[in-house]
């Protein structure tokens, strides 16, 4: 017991102060980040997939143009899942004094499965579920219809009474060009309204609920026919590109942390047992065995992992609720648990890196021989057998990222890199030599030049820690302003339609006399796309895929003089008569190419048209957006109704019913709330990858710091040396500061280089987003190398240049 005591006493003692804090810290950092990291990304995740299958309702849903199979529905109530069905159709709705064409969803007791359907009648109350007997419609209808709540409805042959309004539903999907309202009625009185006839076209709904398990199985035992889907919250999120790139983000920050702990990890355990080398041997000559000493050093392994574990652990739970602060507003109050899985990892993580990083050294530092305490003996060479330790890692890589096409380039390119930074930073220095410098910066480039192998090494481990540091940052930047883009401040929020040409010119002078900043008008004329180069659409393999969907269906065709501003033309050019320009992802999907010559169909009338151009469109970003734009001559002679989009503040709302008030038989929709949930939504996130990346950035420096005081400390016999032959403070202080200087801006320049050569890549094949140069981070890397260095070597230099004795 007392012996037990002893080895824990000195291991606490060795741990403190020698040199294993550095180590633990590493442990301890790695553990606090994988924590944070991981249970905020499974919270994160948790929530959108809850909002996704409320958007959808339930958490699966079946479509088709045909009746729902009732072996389908008996097939998901055997295997325990929750079902309510729903049928979709527009037919016209009567009031006393008005009609209105309507969309009517017929819909169960049980409806919805997800989400929350609120309904309200005169008295306030609210309703959460559609009965027998009863109309719910939205409150446009209501104005439109000039009826009231209490008052009958004629539905096809129902006459049915109001019973509210809907105030928020699911399902709600943003479409500027579906404009028209609509109601819910129970499925009891679907039959009564008459409405749904022989050929009526009708879009039926299933809505399934369940273990994830037994809806995989459904979807896989159930074979789809024409005009069949499956749908849920991965394929209908708008925010699915979003939060994916989001999540890719995390990922690559978690394991850039990681990395950068590791190597702090590694670096000081080498330096660490390479110190510890004259102790051993001293405690070998004593009489300590082997036993002994494993035993000794085994406990300091355990004690910096338990330590490492419970801190790390307290201190992740902490940084996830700092993190998670500014997702307050769209994260619930109740939050998603997550149980022991980010534990679990963590510690996982910290075995990975943490065993090869220290039983490697610590194997290499028991075969010290005795004898050294008397005469230093040759290096002896890693034992072959603790090699297999590297095996952990490189397997939990595979496990984990197998698939991650982002982490692999990441890794692959470090690799490459490591070689090359030091190649090109060695390179700078060795041609700075060549040149007249003082006294000072002479010797410094002497030094570095008579150690090429030590010099290529710190060069590599400072311009590799830099880059990771600038990557953390910068891909954080550039996504934040994409996103930015997506949906700029400025953005318009409500949509005019269905401008009659007539009222198009005066709707358009009272919107620039309100001083309502406004997009350019756009015809709106609905055809279809019916051959390609002469060869019907419906001969194409495109024509069968069921992502394909354009073929199947009316689209929202235009004309315009110039193409809109915020569309970029990616190939061709916008000119010469009876052409069209056609958005870059359908003309993938279709094979369509420059030149080539489609025929559309408006109103049973063909016409043809040239594709004299290829656009990139953001759909996200709530502007006007098309497939196709023609060239005035093909269609301006068409019937057209007109859109207009304008910005409108929430102060605004008086001049935005003026509007309607003035042109009552133009629809406006008005989109300023969901438009200022999702540029919330952006900012949040854009304070929560900023937090990820600030913590990057720190263990980045944490990197550099150490790699710095390890390197310094190096010097001590160095610096020795050169005092007994002479040589003053002052002379090698100033040799210091210039060597360290100059390590730091070759090593902040080559940096920025592979940075920019990184990110582009990261950005066009891992993000596919376009690429950029960041001329700011060639100035920013170099003086923060500066500083980190200046900062590092201040904190020794007194200890270093102390009076000799």
């Known amino acids: 017991m007392k012996t037990n005591k002893m080895i824990i006493s000195w291991s606490w003692r060795e741990i403190w102060f020698g040199q294993l804090w550095p180590v633990m810290v590493a442990l301890t950092l790695i553990i606090a980040c994988v924590v944070a990291l991981s249970t905020l990304a499974l919270r994160v995740e948790k929530v959108m997939t809850n909002q996704g299958r409320s958007l959808l309702a339930a958490d699966l849903v079946f479509r088709s143009s045909n009746p729902i199979p009732n072996t389908l529905v008996e097939q998901a109530q055997k295997a325990g899942l929750t079902v309510s069905s729903q049928s979709r159709f527009q037919t016209m709705a009567f009031s006393d004094l008005k009609m209105q064409l309507v969309t009517v969803k017929s819909v169960e007791t049980n409806y919805p499965l997800r989400g929350m359907l609120n309904l309200t009648n005169n008295s306030e109350t609210v309703a959460h579920q559609v009965n027998p007997g009863e109309l719910w419609i939205s409150p446009r209808l209501l104005s439109l219809l000039d009826a009231k709540i209490g008052e009958t409805l004629a539905i096809g042959d129902a006459d049915l009474t109001i019973t509210g309004v809907i105030k928020d539903e699911p399902e709600l999907a943003y479409n500027p060009f579906n404009s028209i309202p609509n109601l819910f009625i129970h499925d009891a009185d679907l039959e009564k309204t008459g409405a749904v006839q022989v050929g009526s076209r009708v879009r039926y709904r299933l809505f399934i609920n369940g273990d994830l398990s037994a809806l995989a199985a459904l979807q896989q035992d159930y074979s789809l026919q024409a005009g069949e889907s499956w749908v849920d919250q991965n394929k209908e999120s708008r925010a699915a590109r979003l939060m994916g790139k989001a999540k890719q983000y995390l990922s690559l920050t978690i394991l850039m942390v990681i990395l950068m702990a590791a190597v702090t990890l590694i670096l000081t355990c080498l330096h660490y047992a390479r110190n510890r080398s004259e102790t051993v041997s001293m405690l070998k000559s004593m009489g300590a065995s082997r036993a002994w000493l ?137 041609a700075l030599g060549k040149l007249k410098w003082g006294a000072a910066f002479s010797l410094a480039l002497s030094r570095i030049n008579r150690s090429p192998k030590n010099s290529m090494m710190q060069l590599a481990a400072l311009a590799g820690s830099l880059m990771l540091v600038a990557l953390i940052w910068l891909i954080k930047s550039d996504l934040l302003g994409d996103w930015q883009q997506t949906l700029a401040a400025d953005a318009p929020n409500v949509f005019a339609i269905n401008i009659s040409p007539e009222e198009q010119q005066g709707y358009l002078q009272q919107v620039d006399t309100l001083q309502l900043p406004r997009s350019d008008a756009f015809a709106i004329i609905r055809g279809r796309l019916t051959d390609i180069n002469a060869i019907s659409t419906t001969e194409l393999a495109a024509y069968e895929d069921k992502d394909v969907r354009i073929l199947k269906r009316e689209i929202n065709f235009t004309w315009a003089k110039q193409l809109p501003v915020y569309n970029d033309v990616v190939a061709g050019e916008w000119t010469g008569e009876k052409t069209v320009s056609i958005e870059q992802e359908v003309a993938s999907e279709l094979g369509i190419t420059l030149g080539d010559k489609l025929t559309f169909e408006v109103n049973s009338q063909p016409f043809t048209a040239t594709v004299n151009s290829i656009r990139a469109v953001e759909w996200q970003s709530l502007k006007p957006n098309f497939v196709f734009i023609f060239s005035e001559d093909v269609i301006a002679d068409l019937p057209a109704t007109w859109m207009v989009s304008f910005r409108a503040g929430q102060d605004q709302t008086p001049l935005v019913n003026q509007l309607a008030r003035s042109y009552p038989t133009v629809t406006l929709l008005d989109l300023r709330t969901m438009a200022d949930k999702i540029q919330g939504l952006l900012r949040q996130i854009s304070w929560s990858l900023t937090g990820l990346a600030a913590l990057g950035v720190m263990a980045g420096i944490l990197l550099i710091f150490t790699l710095l005081r390890l390197s310094l400390s190096e010097r001590k016999r160095e610096i020795t040396l050169y005092r007994t032959l002479g040589a003053s403070k002052k002379r090698i202080s100033h040799t210091l500061w210039a060597e360290y200087g100059l390590l730091a801006l070759s090593a902040g320049l080559v940096a920025a280089l592979a940075a920019e050569v990184i990110l582009a890549s990261l950005m066009t094949w891992g993000f596919e987003l376009p690429a950029q140069l960041h001329p700011s981070m060639w100035v920013v890397l170099p003086l923060l190398a500066v500083l980190v260095v200046s900062v590092s070597l201040s904190s020794v230099i007194k200890a270093l240049l102390k009076p000799l004795r």
């Open 294 to 430: 494993r035993i000794w050093l085994s406990t300091q392994v355990l004690i910096m992992f338990v330590v490492a574990f419970v801190v790390g652990s307290a201190a992740g739970l902490l940084l996830e609720f700092l993190l998670r602060l500014p997702l307050a507003d769209i994260l619930p109050k109740q939050l998603p648990s997550v149980g022991l899985q980010p534990f679990m990892f963590a510690i996982g993580v910290a075995l990975c890196i943490g065993l090869p990083a220290l039983l490697i050294p610590l194997t290499r530092l028991l075969d010290a021989p005795a004898i050294n305490v008397i005469q230093q003996q040759a290096t002896t060479h890693y034992s072959k057998t603790s090699w297999w330790l590297l095996l952990l890692p490189i397997s939990a890589l595979i496990v984990f990222y197998g698939s991650n096409k982002l982490v692999w380039m990441v890794l692959v390119g470090l690799l490459v890199l490591f070689v090359l930074l030091a190649a090109l930073s060695y390179g700078l220095l060795k």
